[in-house]
């Protein structure tokens, strides 16, 4: 098929998708394969446009496995899986073209518009299928459909976030766990003066500002990176404090996860607007039933370069009950 051929493929979609013919239909421009908005119907939404066939059932049941724990994350898992598979690439020949406008009737459901296609291609071209299919992961229209889909549904914040969200998502760990490090651990609070960096490194997302703009953003982003080491060197060497030291290896592995997203987002010697990533984050908190004061929380951090590759970050914290006074 030619272009546009992934936005046609499939019939209107009610949970299941039909099985597909060996000559698929002539490709036409559809602006919806009319996919209800469950994560059951999402998958053979997605198997019709990146494989033009229905998943089988033992597929269709490995698949919604997680999404039936954990909704966000099934969801994008099987979405990036299908997207980026050999058996898609080969569907579509490889063709830059084709791969996009199966990214858009997959996971946007709708035809792309021209100067989307163009970028997409580009993307694909340029960055590769993985790279191009992360960044529609996160961009704001597919989390508005993701949203619909698991609304209801056992989910959590699972997410693949634009660089830039995620940075903010980094300097948000700094911002928090700087409170409750300070007084677990000890911390000295002269780690904290590269917050700025965060700022710096916002700053300017294109390179078409100039060269200076390009060294200052590889300058911010050593700074943030080296405020990390700090802070982790700073809470793994702590004592003292009202934590102990189980809880401040807690707040280092805390640390490390925020620093990872900026490895990811921003990663060495930026150059243009399409040097930085997309980043998998996904943050898990389990209150845990004990007999002694207060509760221990475990916090689990993910993050990766996509939903299916990611590094875990986990620690346990105690929190006490506040006191009330009158």
């Known amino acids: 098929m030619g272009l546009l051929a992934a936005a046609a493929v499939a019939a209107p979609l009610i949970g299941i998708a039909p099985a597909v013919t060996a000559t698929p239909p002539a490709p036409t421009v559809t602006l919806s394969d009319g996919r209800d908005s469950t994560p059951d119907s999402e998958l053979a939404a997605i198997y019709q446009h990146a494989f033009t066939r229905a998943p089988s059932e033992a597929e269709r049941e490995r698949d919604l496995k997680l999404a039936a724990e954990d909704c966000h994350w099934g969801v994008l898992d099987f979405s990036f899986k299908a997207m980026t598979s050999p058996e898609a690439r080969g569907r579509w020949d ?3 073209q084709d791969l996009a406008g199966m990214l858009y009737a997959g996971l946007l459901n709708r035809a792309p518009d021209a100067e989307g296609l163009q970028t997409s291609t580009s993307n694909i071209q340029q960055r590769g299928l993985d790279w191009a299919t992360t960044e529609m992961l996160a961009s704001p229209e597919y989390h508005q459909r993701i949203d619909r889909i698991c609304q209801g ?8 976030m634009t660089w830039s969200d995620a940075v903010e998502t980094a300097e948000s760990v700094v911002d928090t766990r700087r409170r409750v490090a300070g007084v677990t651990c000890w911390l000295d609070g002269t780690v904290w003066s590269g917050l700025d960096a965060f700022d710096l490194l916002l700053q300017a997302k294109s390179a078409k500002d100039g060269a200076s703009t390009v060294v200052a953003k590889n300058d911010a982003r050593m700074q943030v990176l080296g405020l990390f ?8 060497t702590a004592i003292g404090g009202t934590g102990g030291e189980n809880e401040c290896k807690a707040e280092a592995e805390f640390m490390r996860a925020g620093q990872r997203i900026v490895e990811i987002a921003v ?8 040097g930085h990533n997309a980043v998998f984050v996904l943050e898990e908190q389990q209150k845990n039933d004990n007999r002694l004061p207060g509760h221990t929380t475990t916090t689990t951090w993910r993050v990766g370069t996509n939903p299916t590759s990611w590094d875990p970050f986990e620690g346990t914290v105690r929190e006490y009950p506040k006191v009330i006074r009158w």
Request: proline share 11%; charged share 25%.
């Open 267 to 274: 990663p060495d010697q930026v150059h243009t607007e399409g």
């Open 153 to 160: 549904q056992p989910s959590s914040g699972a997410a693949m």
């Open 94 to 96: 490889n063709d830059p």
């Open 229 to 236: 080491d700090d802070l982790v060197k700073g809470v793994d």
